[in-house]
């Protein structure tokens, strides 16, 4: 049985608060869901495949297979500003010392 005073405990731990209407709501919840897991514990599964995954779709992934890629020229073509070959951008950092 779950009380009032183990749901403090937790949502302490958690760093969360809740007023005492609100943790009788959850006490009284987590309480359900812990007597229904009580009760499908006792469930007799002999024999029953574990359900890994709903749904019977069989994966939409492609081949990895190499594909011709883009020239550094036709790359270079899609930027604002370039380099030596290279894409230039603004700097970040001063190299001035103080």
Do not use: C, W, Y
Request: proline share 4%; no cysteine; hydrophobic share 35%.
């Amino acid at each position: 049985m779950i009380d009032k005073k183990l749901v403090q405990h937790v949502a302490h731990l958690a760093k969360l608060e809740f007023d005492d209407a609100q943790l009788d709501k959850f006490t009284k919840q987590l309480d359900e869901i812990i007597t229904m897991e009580d009760e499908l514990a006792q469930v007799d599964t002999t024999g029953v495949q574990p359900t890994t995954h709903i749904s019977r779709q069989k994966t939409s992934f492609r081949a990895d297979e190499v594909q011709p890629n883009n020239s550094r020229e036709e790359l270079l073509q899609n930027v604002p500003e370039q380099q030596d070959g290279l894409i230039k951008v603004p700097a970040i950092l001063d190299n001035e010392e103080e």
